[in-house]
């Protein structure tokens, strides 16, 4: 029997907060749908899209004091590889002896994060592609503020959460592909609990 | 893939409201699960098993103006067929007259529901035994006063409810037999997200 499963649609709905359960999953109604939030998957996305938002707009930011990094043999030949695209995502190095380089300037989200410098860099060298090591470095620098499991969100926050939500692009899923949330529709509740339900599948028809 | 499911275990839990969903289903923790509770079903429960406690502690009471009624035909066979069953619940009749009678005393319950008096004497002659039939008024008394989907409960007052379900013999099921309740674990809810839900796993373990 379905329960609230993972959807993938084209909108997101404004959701209103009504409860939290095991301080980690925010229970939220929209019209006729119960949704079940993961707040740190939701919260992760939110960060992630800011993230990516703030890399578009804001110019990459030349570090007073070039920091120095040893890089591997596999690092180095992924740089060279990659460099441009390193550039182009506002991160410029330079050679600074053999296996080692300066960095010199950084995306300016980052320089909030000077102890995140090194592992940032290494992190666009490491994987297949530099698309997918960005993604994969983007959706770690958005994993580590991003509200865990455990921590109670008094009800203005986690309402602010599921509006962040709501106005990010994909909200469906985490920076990692996860489902940030599940939904179960009343009718399909009224069913479970052998209701006849009629208040439910007048509303559903009645969007359809 | 299962979902939050009816449920019959001998014991029921101390539920803490986490919030409502649609002015019906409570939404409720106990420890790792998460409850959806149908207010009406668990009210009517909550209700059945108060008038059956007064009809079996409260003494019948003599009506001071005992009503007439008229009975069909098929009513007045099953009258005879359960006069002393009657008679036992409290309720007391006697001829007056072709296909009437007179209605001496009822259960005390009753007295508070001057208008239901003759509706549910003849409730207790339909059905197929005396039992089925009780049940049924019972049930349909307990029904009436219940409180009704979109009639949006204040958390203390749904405390008390989901306080007064887990007090009941028969929790899990309301008087017509449908389910007051529906459960999903953490594990489950982690499943479906795609978590490791580690947490929930050693919690689950645990306990068993």
């Known amino acids: 029997m379905a329960g609230p499963a993972p959807v993938q ?3 997101f709905p404004r959701l209103r907060f009504v409860g939290a359960f095991r301080e980690l999953y925010l229970l939220a ?3 006729d749908e ?4 993961d707040q740190h998957a939701a919260h992760e996305r939110v960060l992630y899209e800011e993230l990516s938002r703030r890399y578009r707009e804001e110019p990459p ?6 920091e120095l990094l ?5 690092e180095e030949l992924a740089y060279q ?16 002896g053999p296996g080692r380089y300066r960095i ?4 300016a989200f980052l320089t909030a994060h000077p102890a995140l410098v090194a592992e940032v860099v290494k992190g666009t060298l490491a994987g297949h592609s530099f698309a997918e090591a960005w993604r994969t470095v983007l959706a770690r620098l958005a994993c580590l503020p991003a509200i865990k499991a455990g921590h109670p969100m008094a009800e203005a926050p986690a309402q602010a959460l599921l509006d962040a939500l ?14 940030t949330a599940l939904v179960m529709s009343e009718l399909e509740l009224a069913r479970r609990f052998g209701r006849r339900g009629v208040r439910a599948v007048e509303r559903v028809n009645g969007k359809r």
Request: proline fraction near 11%; include cysteine; charged fraction near 25%.
């Open 61 to 66: 930011v030349e570090l007073e004091h070039p």
């Open 104 to 107: 010199r300037s950084v995306p």
């Open 34 to 37: 119960l949704y079940v939030v």
């Open 81 to 96: 590889e990659r460099a441009e695209q390193l550039e182009a995502a506002g991160l410029v190095l330079e050679p600074f």
């Open 29 to 31: 109604e929209a019209d």
């Open 166 to 179: 709501a106005r990010c692009e994909m909200p469906w899923t985490c920076p990692h592909g996860r489902p």
């Open 9 to 11: 649609r084209a909108s």
């Open 70 to 74: 040893n890089l591997s043999l596999g």
